[in-house]
């Protein structure tokens, strides 16, 4: 049964640093590539950074050259270091195979204030 839980958020000020943690369960990990999504209040749900089976990464423009994604295959893990943070950074993260199942976890908040 696939299930994702997600740990790391919580409240830092802007220029801030944190790494998300991601644990991934059932056999889907080394099937498919890994994301991390974001929701902000009254918007969608956005892929923001995604990594490939072969570790290639691809980030969205509003993280590129602040946030490293990464995973450790051995342990079903995914991790989202976020660098540089701002406060339209705020948002529940979670991650999720790309494309994603249907199976969302509880997701992690971040919040980004002074």
């Known amino acids: 049964q696939v299930q994702f839980v997600e740990s790391g958020g919580g409240l830092v000020q802007p220029g801030g640093s944190l790494r998300l943690s991601c644990a991934a369960s059932?056999?889907?990990?080394?099937?498919?590539?890994m994301g991390w999504y974001r929701q902000a209040p009254g918007k969608q749900r956005e892929l923001i950074a995604h990594?490939?089976?072969?570790?290639?990464?691809y980030y969205a423009d509003s993280v590129k050259g602040r946030f490293t994604i990464s995973r450790d295959n051995a342990k079903n893990m995914v991790y989202l270091q976020m660098n540089s943070l701002k406060p339209e950074d705020t948002a529940v993260y979670y991650c999720?195979?790309?494309?994603?199942?249907?199976?969302w976890g509880r997701g992690t908040q971040v919040t980004v204030s002074s």
């Open positions: 990594i490939t089976r072969s570790d290639t990464p």
């Open positions: 059932g056999s889907i990990f080394s099937i498919y590539a």
């Open positions: 999720n195979t790309v494309p994603y199942v249907d199976r």
